[in-house]
């Protein structure tokens, strides 16, 4: 299985991956970290099936209706055409955000006669045990859920094993967690249908784009609010657990979880785009989270309910992705230090009150939460820690922390400055001592470039970031060095790795395509803005044909890989495209 095959839908409550065979290939129900019903993305001998396709298996053209999270796939045989629309419905009703956790397949003829396979056959969890089925009239319940989970159709019940049949109109099949559908399916699914395009559409055209790369940004940012679980505010990484970062790692990690770093850049790419509401929840997740505890010893990532019971564990009974595993769930970097989420939470609470917009989400209690990040952000700077890289030996201070801590005391002297004047004058101190300890202790003249830890000689891509956080001016020597050096060395056939030193698990062969990504923003506030259009053209070409991207690329197979789509890689393509775009009064 190739993750270039796969297409995402989803509502906001849950989402699932469609191979252009037409097979759910992973679906966890009914939210990103349940356990799933249909895993064949890591297991496709024995870890369930729901496909509507050709027969034989062949595979289709897919494609997302315009604007749009619904997906359309299209399959062509000597009998005929047809065509299955998979969505999770998603729209306005009674003033509030409708989404059910429901998943709607609708197959209809398009030429011919076609020949038509339908099959669906859960499994319950992680266990990979069938559920009992039962039959009703027009649906099928398996039994042993924690909810109901129910197939309701206008198929007959006898076509769903399997078995060939000849495609002579329009039919619906609809799986629901907890409340079954009830409802006429023809009349249900063309409302559904039309009024979740009608949503997306709608919230397309409230979104910002570059004059440039619109289909691009369009197409990252409809993925990217796949990744809100609206319920409380969380922001996951990514939708799936285990898929390799490189062939043969060994580095699959669980990635369906809200780390509180991707979060803060998803909220930045939102702002970009015009979208301001996810920050709006995301604030109330991180004041339930954590705003009436201890600040020391924040967790890097929680459940996307805000629990952090996320003991990592391997299923030795799963075979992994294409055989590559291990499978894991629940992830042990919960344990880490990673100092740098104390300043990312600042800036991502800084719009709050520098921003007029926001000035009802702008309390006192938000106040104090940020004001608390920042002291702390200040008090851990310098000291050891596992890094954004969440390194798995032992800790060393950290530049990239070190960075966060200094934009964390920077933002936080123009917040004071307006609301607690008393305190400015402190914050702006630690801002200045926390830059010139970055100046002296780790800029390496040898290399000309700062470096990953404090006296240190190896170099790491997120110190591209010392450009967009505006650490020194833009043409600062140094800065301009650094961006040099980072894309000299850590460049693979035009890839950017992370990092080249071991990171506790050996070295690291994949690119991380968010690295491009901040290489490309870099160029572009140096002012070689033909080089970040170059730049960012290159990692284009590799958006699958859906325009998704995972999270890392083989620099010489240009496969991609690790978990997908990826959060942090459309976030980073969103926040390049407007980097590298001529400004629309430059075209206009």
């Known amino acids: 299985m190739r993750l270039e095959d796969l297409a995402l839908i989803g509502n906001c409550q849950y989402a699932a991956l469609i191979a252009n065979d ?44 315009p604007n749009s999270n619904v997906l359309e796939t299209v399959f062509r045989d000597a009998d005929g055409a047809f065509r299955v629309i998979d969505f999770a419905p998603r729209f306005l009703r009674h003033d509030r955000v409708f ?7 609708i197959v209809e003829p398009i030429d011919g006669t076609p020949r038509v396979e ?6 319950l969890g992680w266990s990979k045990r069938r559920p009992a089925v039962y039959h009703g009239s027009n649906h099928l319940q398996y039994q042993g859920f924690a909810s109901p989970l129910r197939l309701t159709t206008d198929l007959p019940l006898s076509y769903l094993d399997g078995r060939p049949f000849s495609l002579t109109q329009r039919h619906h099949v609809v799986l629901s967690w907890g409340e079954p559908v009830e409802e006429s ?48 505010g969380a922001i996951i990484a990514a939708v799936t657990t285990s898929i390799p970062e490189a062939p043969g790692s060994g580095r699959t990690w669980d990635y369906r979880y809200c780390w509180l770093r991707d979060a803060y850049y998803a ?66 970097a919960a344990q880490q230090l990673q100092h740098d989420i104390y300043g990312e939470m600042v800036l991502a609470l800084a719009p709050v009150f520098l921003d007029e917009r926001f000035a009802a989400e702008a309390t006192e209690q938000t106040l104090v939460l940020l004001l608390r ?80 830890t404090y006296g240190g000689t190896t170099l790491d891509a997120s110190l591209l970031e ?42 690291t062969t994949t690119a991380f395509l968010i690295c491009n990504f901040w290489l490309v923003e870099a160029l572009a506030v140096l002012g070689h803005r033909d080089e970040a259009r170059q730049a960012l053209e290159f990692v284009l070409r590799l958006e699958t044909p859906l325009g998704l991207l995972a999270e890392d690329c083989d620099p010489a197979t240009r496969r991609m890989w690790g978990n997908f789509p990826q959060a942090y890689s459309h976030v980073g393509m969103i926040h390049a495209a407007f980097a590298a775009s001529p400004r629309w009064s430059d075209i206009l």
């Open 267 to 332: 909220l930045e790419a939102f702002r970009l785009l015009g979208h301001f509401e996810e920050r709006e929840s995301f604030i109330r997740f991180l004041l339930n989270t954590v705003g009436g505890g201890p600040i020391a010893g924040l967790s890097p990532l929680y459940r996307i309910d805000g629990r952090r019971d996320l003991e990592e564990q391997v299923l030795h009974h799963w075979s992994g992705y294409n055989g590559d595993g291990p499978v894991r769930i629940g992830n042990g």
């Open 22 to 65: 037409g097979n759910v290939a992973w679906c966890c129900l009914p939210r990103f970290d349940s356990e799933p019903q249909f895993a064949a993305l890591l297991d496709p001998g024995d870890a369930g099936i729901f496909r509507i396709g050709s027969v034989g298996g062949g595979s289709g053209c897919q494609r997302y209706l």
């Open 118 to 123: 339908v099959c669906c056959d859960p499994r």
């Open 373 to 452: 990040l920042a002291e702390h952000a200040i008090a851990v700077a310098g000291t050891p820690d596992a890094g954004i890289w969440e390194h798995r030996h032992p800790p060393v201070p950290r530049t990239f922390s070190s960075l966060m801590s200094w934009a964390a005391a920077d933002r936080a002297q123009h917040i004071a400055s307006r609301f607690a004047p008393d305190r400015a004058t402190a914050f702006a101190a630690a801002a200045e001592r926390l830059r010139r300890e970055i100046m002296e202790r780790a800029w390496n003249a040898d290399l000309g470039s700062f470096t990953a």
């Open 185 to 232: 399916l023809p009349s249900l699914g063309e409302h559904y249908l039309q009024s979740t395009l009608r949503y997306w559409q709608g919230w397309v055209k409230h979104c910002n784009v570059p004059a440039h790369y619109q289909h691009e940004v369009i197409r990252s940012a409809l993925a990217l609010k796949l990744h809100c679980f609206e319920d409380t």
């Open 466 to 507: 010392m450009v967009s956080l505006r650490f020194l001016p833009a043409d600062d020597p140094r800065l301009v060095a650094t961006v040099s050096t980072i894309q000299r060395d850590l460049t693979r056939n035009g890839w950017m790795l992370r990092y080249r030193d071991d990171d506790g698990l050996g070295a």
């Open 99 to 105: 989404r059910p956790t429901q998943l709607f397949r």
